[in-house]
Structures are given as C-alpha cells and as structure tokens.
C-alpha cells in the first residue's frame, strides 16, 4: 500500500523544491542571455565606430593629390561626432640611382583619425603611397 500512494502524489503535481530548482535554472539561463546581449551590443557600437572611422580615411587618403596638394607636411581638423583627424605627407625613401633616372618621387600619405568612446581613446591609421610629379617637371609649371 505505501507504494500506491507514493505513485498517486507524483502524478498530482511538483514539488515546491522542484519549482524552485527549475526557477533558478530559468534565471541563471536568463542571466547568460542577457550578457550575451549586452556583449553583443557592445561589440556593434565599436564596429559601427570602426567602420565610420575607415570611411573617414579612405575618404581623406582618396582625396589626396585630387583636391588636396600632394605636398609634404601635416594637417589636422574635426570632423564632427567626436572623431579627429590627423594627415601627414613625406617623401617615401628611394634609393639614389631611382632619384637620377627621372623616376616619379613617391610619397607616404597616413591618415590618422581619433575619438573616444566611453572614456576610452581610440585611434586608428591608414597609411598609402601616392605617386608625385616627376622631378624634372616639379618646377616646369611656373
């Protein structure tokens, strides 16, 4: 007889240790869910940070020697939404016997743009080289 009535209780429903077991897996699950999230979220404001910051310096590096004269030294600005700007022009070294054969000079165009996101600095550099004027030609226009 005692174990009819035990298979009898079973079946009518959980026990209160069985709900709160269960509860407390809902919640740790809930918990690793909700990080996961905000990890996620996090990592999509700095690629969106990144990314905008790319454009940035790709636009800046394409603009060099079109709109921009290809001549050696440094600029900087704002360019809104907290990021910054930085560009710097040199002479890309050549060897001397490329100097005397008329062989167009080179220069290194880096971009470096900056912001800061959530008190922490943030930097990122593209750098390219640009073919410049020939050297016999640098003068010939004036």
Request: net charge neutral.
């Amino acid at each position: 007889m005692p174990r009819r009535l035990r298979s009898r209780r079973c079946i009518g429903g959980f026990t209160l240790l069985e709900v709160l077991v269960a509860f407390v897996i809902l919640l740790l699950a809930f918990a690793v869910l909700m990080r996961i999230f905000a990890t996620g979220s996090r990592g999509l404001v700095a690629t969106d940070d990144v990314n905008l910051a790319v454009a940035f310096a790709q636009a800046d590096l394409a603009m060099v020697g079109v709109t921009e004269p290809l001549e050696a030294g440094e600029r900087n600005g704002e360019l809104g939404q907290g990021y910054r700007w930085e560009r710097a022009i040199a002479p890309f070294p050549t060897r001397e016997e490329e100097l005397s054969a008329n062989v167009p000079s080179l220069y290194q165009v880096t971009t470096r743009i900056s912001w800061e996101r959530n008190g922490r600095p943030r930097e990122l550099s593209l750098t390219t080289l640009r073919i410049g004027p020939m050297p016999e030609l640098a003068g010939a226009g004036s």
